[in-house]
């Protein structure tokens, strides 16, 4: 990926977007960044969704029993989520269930590299 594919275009603008987060997946993702990156929250979940979009294989990840849920606001790219509710029309797993699989992945393949 050059630098310059890093760069939004200027009409994928953020959005206010308020979700349910496992609260496990929130502390984990959240001591990531605040330990190693130069991000904002909502940058971080950004990147997880783009990856989760591009690998184009979504899977149900079920909310742990006994796990808690926060209702959480982030900004999410416009795009980002044009593309989990058209993941969800394809696969009926909703934008929730999506965006906390895109999460987990996302920490799952972290945990590995290191």
Known sequence: MSAIDRLYFINNKT???TVNIDDTLYNKLMKL??????ATFSEVVNVCIEE???KNKPSFYEKPKLETVTYRSIMIRKENLKNLQT???KTGISVTRLLNGAIKEFLEKYDNKR
């Open 15 to 17: 959005i206010k977007k």
């Open 52 to 54: 989760y979009i591009e």
């Open 33 to 38: 960044v605040k330990k190693n990156y130069d």
């Open 87 to 89: 993941m969800y029309k």
